[in-house]
């Protein structure tokens, strides 16, 4: 788990996409990454957009629809979810 905070341009957003590649060796590993509204996910500059730059680079493939997603050669997969509504906490629980 990975929790800091600060201004733009800390290196948050960064920091979430890479701290899962660590991992992506081993065929049972999932992760998620959450924020707090789709658009923050998805929007110009997004979470989504650092980890097209990134995951592609080590094997990822994202994919992009009704989930968001990255999966690894070895069958490693990091997902983009949002908690925007109310009833979306109890999906991760």
Do not use: W
Not at 24 to 40: C, G, H, K, M, S
């Amino acid at each position: 788990m990975l929790i800091f905070g600060g201004g733009a341009g800390g290196g948050k957003t960064y920091s979430l996409v890479v701290e899962p590649l660590r991992n992506i060796d081993v065929p049972e590993f999932n992760a998620a990454i959450l924020r707090r509204t789709y658009p923050q996910i998805t929007g110009p500059g997004g979470i989504f957009d650092e980890a097209r730059k990134i995951y592609p680079l080590v094997g990822g493939k994202l994919r992009e629809g009704s989930e968001l997603d990255a999966t690894f050669p070895s069958g490693a997969r990091v997902v983009f979810c949002h908690l925007q509504h109310e009833k979306t906490k109890y999906e991760y629980m």
